[in-house]
């Protein structure tokens, strides 16, 4: 990376300062979710795994469900089980919103397949 230099062109009374900077080439991020690029956690959960958030719920009686109702802004149910399987799928929606978009598929076709796909007028895009 270059250094920054400074110009001061003098011109009358004003001078002026040109201030010359290099940007810094864009860092590709290998981290998959919002929480682990920033550092902190954003969400309302305290994870992204969903196993560990399961656990967390496996071992709160109906009160603490109850609660966690309403702070992940739920209605709270009188079953316990409903509230862990409404809270795991709202914790299934939320973290799948935070993370990297999957890679491409790639498809190989063959010479043969793309012959048959262009005489029946259509094309893999």
């Known amino acids: 990376m270059k250094?920054?230099?400074k110009k001061v062109i003098k011109?009358?009374?004003?001078?002026?300062?040109?201030v010359e900077t290099t940007v810094p080439a864009p860092v590709q991020l290998q981290a998959k979710s919002v929480?682990?690029?920033?550092?902190?956690?954003?969400?309302?959960?305290?994870t992204e795994d969903?196993?560990?958030?399961?656990?967390?719920?496996?071992?709160m009686n109906k009160f603490d469900l109850q609660i966690e109702c309403i702070r992940v802004e739920l209605a709270p149910k009188d079953n316990r089980e409903t509230m862990i399987e409404r809270l795991?799928?709202?914790?299934?929606?939320?973290?799948?919103?935070?993370q990297a978009p999957p890679k491409p598929v790639v498809i190989k076709v063959n010479q043969n397949?793309?012959?048959?796909?262009?005489?029946l007028g259509t094309s893999l895009v």
């Open 3 to 5: 250094k920054s230099t």
């Open 11 to 18: 011109a009358g009374r004003a001078a002026q300062e040109i």
């Open 35 to 46: 929480n682990a690029i920033m550092g902190f956690a954003l969400s309302r959960y305290k």
């Open 50 to 59: 969903a196993e560990e958030y399961q656990a967390q719920l496996r071992v």
């Open 88 to 98: 795991m799928k709202q914790f299934r929606i939320h973290t799948a919103g935070n």
């Open 113 to 119: 397949t793309k012959n048959i796909l262009s005489a």
